[in-house]
């Protein structure tokens, strides 16, 4: 049984299943604009927020685009996934009842966006009683590489790091969370695979089920 004092969460990944739509999107979007996917790029963008990711995704292929218009095309081809075709991970929710049980303040920090897609998620899947703030990546200046995002969410939760338990499914988030002093919890995604192993070597806690946090 895993009962932190105060829990962080990402959204993408560690409670939905919902990873393998942005690699659908990346590879989709490269190959409208004559490119191939590749895992390099997946692992260079996995931790940028939208800007640094359009930034860098415009520079490496050459694009005749802006960052914002990047964004919009992402944007505009993630639209009916979350609403109809996105799932929470198996026990995740029942993690979630159970620590909200014990009285344990919970918050989400998600680089989710469009951030409408937050609350189709929320509301969806009645979760929203469960957080008392939610922390996204644009209200921060660097991206889940860095604690600043968890840094945010956990003192608006009144806690410090130390206290508090980050959740995530990527190896770079996780770093990004332990450099801020959180204890910090791996959850397996098929997306970070070829990070298991690491990710089991250098987070606190690392679990391929919601479920093993509550045996």
């Known amino acids: 049984m895993f009962l932190p004092q105060a829990a962080i969460f990402d959204m993408d990944g560690t409670l939905l299943d919902s990873m393998w739509v942005w690699r659908q999107i990346d590879a989709d979007f490269l190959a409208a604009h004559g490119h191939l996917i590749t895992p390099d790029y997946t692992d260079a963008i996995k931790c940028m ?91 921060v200046s660097r991206g889940k590489g860095f604690p600043d995002i968890y840094l945010l969410a956990a003192s608006r939760l009144g806690v410090e790091p130390e206290k508090c338990a980050v959740f995530e499914d990527i190896l770079g988030a996780i770093r990004g969370a332990k450099a801020g002093a959180f204890q910090t919890v791996g959850i397996y995604d098929t997306v970070s695979e070829g990070d298991w192993e690491d990710i089991k070597n250098e987070a606190d806690v690392a679990v391929r089920s919601w479920k093993d946090l509550m045996e």
């Open 49 to 139: 927020g939208w800007e640094e990711g359009a930034r860098y995704t415009i520079d490496r292929y050459g694009l005749d685009q802006t960052p914002q218009q990047v964004i919009e095309e992402w944007f505009d081809m993630c639209a009916d996934y979350y609403r109809t075709r996105i799932d929470l991970k198996p026990y995740a929710r029942e993690y979630l009842s159970f620590l909200h049980e014990h009285g344990i303040p919970m918050a989400i920090a998600t680089s989710m966006e469009p951030q409408h897609n937050i609350d189709i998620v929320l509301d969806r899947f009645d979760m929203r009683s469960f957080f008392q703030n939610i922390t996204v990546s644009t209200e």
